[in-house]
């Protein structure tokens, strides 16, 4: 019987290399989604017509951050804007939209007032309530006023490329010279990437050209000499 009884112990104490491990799995961790870049486009430089590219890249930056509800809002934002509201804010018009991703967005605006024609934005975004405030300026309308029904009403939160999703668009001055009305009427389109709002001078060609179509309009009028070669600069290189 002893034998046996060694036997039987060497059975259950073979060593543990001779013993076959576990597979072992590998998971790889999946790529983030790739980042929109910005796309911004500067039309050719006009000596009888100085547009000042700069300015209008420093009203419209390449990326605009979209900010967590909590705190005290901007300056930029409208009177009355809660991004945590469900409906619009007291007193403003509000534009509703698809984003990018399928995010439900308010757009409330209140302007355009004073001299500058300025309009208080505030966009909310998703369930989350992230939102950005940003300030435009329509004070180019003054001289596409003349010709307003080829652009009015203008929009904000629309598809403005067809692709099925809505972008922002911030109207901004582009200033040719010293005065309120030396100024061009300029839309700039915004599309959500994630938690934030990237500029994309390409999908606005179309928006582009249709200012250029209303500005080739009044240079045919009558009495805008003093701003007629800008006319004609515009109509040329947005079209």
Not at 41 to 70: F, K, N, S, Y
Not at 147 to 165: K, Q, T, Y
Request: net charge negative.
């Amino acid at each position: 019987m002893r034998p046996a009884i060694v036997w039987l112990s060497l059975l259950g104490c073979a060593p543990a290399s001779s013993r076959v491990p576990p597979p072992i799995a590998h998971h790889a961790s999946p790529a983030p989604p790739a980042r929109t870049e910005p796309v911004i486009e500067e039309l050719p430089a006009d000596v009888q017509c100085p547009l000042r590219w700069d300015e209008l890249a420093e009203a419209a930056p390449a990326v605009i951050p979209l900010a967590t509800p909590g705190g005290e809002l901007p300056d930029d934002c409208p009177p009355d804007f809660d991004p945590a509201a469900a409906g619009c804010a007291q007193g403003a018009d509000c534009d509703v939209g698809e984003l990018h991703g399928r995010a439900h967005a308010v757009l409330a605006r209140i302007g355009p007032v004073g001299s500058g024609r300025f309009v208080s934005l505030g966009l909310a975004v998703g369930s989350s309530h992230r939102y950005a405030c940003m300030t435009a300026s329509t004070v180019g309308w003054r001289y596409l006023a003349q010709v307003g029904e080829m652009l009015a009403p203008l929009p904000w939160l629309a598809d403005i490329d067809g692709d099925g999703e809505a972008e922002l668009v911030l109207w901004h001055r582009l200033p040719w010279g010293d005065a309120e009305v030396t100024n061009a009427l300029m839309p700039v389109v915004y599309v959500l990437d994630g938690d934030r709002l990237v500029r994309r001078d390409d999908r606005s060609h179309e928006l582009r050209a249709k200012v250029g179509a209303a500005y080739a309009a009044v240079a045919r009028r009558p009495g805008n000499e003093e701003a007629h070669a800008c006319f004609v600069t515009l109509a040329r290189e947005l079209r």
